[in-house]
């Protein structure tokens, strides 16, 4: 059964660093790619970055782009998301995922096979 636990959210001021991670179960992580997703309320999921099964390539939106570093500890089964210079609109659910191999283009959460609970990170003054 796949799991996947986000953890290391929080309240941090505009400027100001989280460290994210997702601990995943239940399939062979170093497998998969694996992405952060981000749904600020209201609002749809929106893709953060991806990485690969091996972490030698990333990819980051343009809006978290020299802000934010994904990597991943394939021994450990966790999956991390080093945040810089968070600004207020970097407030949201996040959460890691399991992208799907299905041609989804439309912003929604069937683009991803799994995800977990998500963590709260909240950018504010």
């Known amino acids: 059964q796949v799991q996947l636990v986000e953890s290391g959210g929080g309240l941090v001021q505009p400027g100001g660093s989280l460290r994210l991670s997702c601990a995943a179960s239940g399939f062979t992580f170093s497998h998969y790619v694996m992405s952060w997703v981000r749904q600020a309320p209201g609002k749809g999921p929106e893709w953060v970055s991806d990485i690969n099964s091996s972490g030698s390539s990333t990819n980051y939106a343009d809006s978290v782009k020299g802000r934010f570093t994904v990597s991943r500890d394939n021994a450990k089964n966790t999956l991390y998301l080093q945040m810089n210079s968070l600004k207020l609109e970097d407030t949201a659910v996040y959460y890691c995922?399991?992208?799907?191999?299905?041609?989804?283009?439309?912003?929604?959460?069937?683009?991803?096979?799994?995800w977990g609970q998500g963590t709260q990170v909240t950018v504010s003054s």
């Open positions: 995922a399991v992208p799907s191999h299905r041609k989804i283009l439309s912003p929604t959460w069937d683009r991803y096979d799994y």
